[in-house]
């Protein structure tokens, strides 16, 4: 039988849905197959993927990827959107769907500074995103595998 299906949107599909989808596996990906897609996808930036294997998630393999790879492909039973362009601009009926969540957040992205400084911000994406992530699949009464550990 298979798992059901979220999918993780964001606008670059770069930084945000991309961490959000390790999470998501990290936590739940016994229970669903995660996968993230952007409005106007860019290369999965490099300081998610360090911000994401300091706590042990792995998401160098992750390729970004357009919205239309997935639209009447996949069949969709929860829906992340984690910025508001993404948010206007995501189709407003996805058929199957359980649930629609919406999380405007900012982008790790968009940060000014040194690296060091950049990486901050990232940590702190990540941590919220998972913050988030726990607390949305506690309200499914999903108890978060990680935590099992």
């Not at 792995?58 to 639209?71: A, W």
């Not at 508001?84 to 769907?97: D, E």
């Not at 405007?104 to 919220?128: C, H, I, Y």
């Amino acid at each position: 039988m298979s798992k059901p299906n979220i999918l993780i949107l964001c606008t670059g599909n770069s930084a945000r849905s991309q961490m959000a989808e390790g999470l998501v596996r990290k936590h739940a990906g016994h229970m669903f197959d995660v996968y993230s897609a952007g409005t106007s996808p860019k290369p999965v930036n490099p300081l998610a993927v360090r911000a994401m294997a300091e706590i042990g998630v792995d998401i160098s393999g992750q390729r970004s990827k357009d919205l239309g790879e997935y639209l009447g492909t996949l069949p969709v039973r929860h829906l992340l959107i984690v910025c508001s362009n993404a948010q206007s601009s995501c189709p407003a009926v996805w058929p199957g769907v359980l649930t629609r969540t919406y999380w405007n957040l900012e982008d790790p992205a968009a940060a000014q500074g040194t690296d060091d400084e950049k990486l901050q911000v990232f940590r702190e994406s990540r941590d919220d995103l998972e913050e988030r992530i726990v607390k949305w699949l506690a309200e499914m009464g999903i108890e978060s595998q990680a935590a099992k550990q």
